[in-house]
T-cell receptor, first 113, second 120 residues
Framework: DGGITQSPKYLFRKEGQNVTLSCEQN?????MYWYRQDPGQGLRLIYY?????DFQKGDIAEGYSVSREKKESFPLTVTSAQKNPTAFYLC???WGGGTGELFFGEGSRLTVL | AQTVTQSQPEMSVQEAETVTLSCTYD???????LFWYKQPPSRQMILVIR??????QNATENRFSVNFQKAAKSFSLKISDSQLGDTAMYFC?????????????????FGKGTHLIIQP
């Protein structure tokens, strides 16, 4: 089945630790995105990538980093510089060109202890 | 920058009723796309309906339809014959086509959502 797989679903982290959230897609989509969801805030764009080896900051990129070494993969690292990392993180992908819908993964819930 | 506003944080209707969710947006672009996404308790985001700004005809998908008023920058979602499975968060979203992005942030800009509850 084609789709987007995020892992892990739930992750606990101690303050000061970096964590990496995985996002893999087998839809052959060119573009991939990371969003953060907080209660009452909707979804906010962290990073996006339109092609391999290229990515751009979104609206709330501070404290996060990404890589796009393969078309299928777009991992997100939440660094210790992120002041309030506890949130629900959603990965999405779409055909290139910015004209189509986004397909979403099931999300990863990060809790900082 | 684009903004999307959903003025109804929560709505509750009886099963089989019709409900309309409001969305307004602000942009200086003339060409763009608008979406309604549904997020049920499972938290999986599901596309409900999509509208291209250059099309005057309102999009329809089975029980779901939109009222797109470009001049007013309004994009409401109507759900007819509501069902218990329609209970979810509904997000309105705006997308500027990449070729017009001018290097700015891309992807979807979301509203804060409306929590729709369908009562039996």
């Amino acid at each position: 089945d084609g789709g987007i797989t995020q892992s892990p679903k739930y992750l606990f982290r101690k303050e000061g630790q970096n964590v990496t959230l995985s996002c893999e897609q087998n839809l052959n989509h060119d573009a991939m995105y990371w969003y953060r969801q907080d209660p009452g805030q909707g979804l906010r764009l962290i990073y996006y990538s339109q092609i391999v080896n290229d990515f751009q900051k979104g609206d709330i990129a501070e404290g996060y980093s990404v890589s796009r070494e393969k078309k299928e993969s777009f991992p997100l690292t939440v660094t210790s510089a992120q002041k309030n990392p506890t949130a629900f993180y959603l990965c999405a992908s779409s055909w290139g060109g910015g004209t189509g819908e986004l397909f979403f993964g099931e999300g990863s819930r990060l809790t900082v202890l | 920058a684009q903004t999307v506003t959903q003025s109804q944080p929560e709505m509750s209707v009886q099963e089989a009723e019709t409900v309309t969710l409001s969305c307004t947006y602000d942009t200086s672009e003339s060409n763009y796309y608008l979406f309604w996404y549904k997020q049920p308790p499972s938290r999986q985001m599901i596309l409900v309906i999509r509208q291209e700004a250059y099309k005057q005809q309102n999009a329809t998908e089975n029980r779901f339809s939109v009222n797109f008023q470009k001049a007013a920058k309004s994009f409401s979602l109507k759900i007819s014959d509501s069902q218990l499975g329609d209970t979810a968060m509904y997000f309105c979203a705006f997308m500027k086509p990449l070729m017009y992005s001018g290097g700015g942030a891309d992807g979807l800009t979301f509203g804060k959502g409306t929590h729709l509850i369908i009562q039996p």
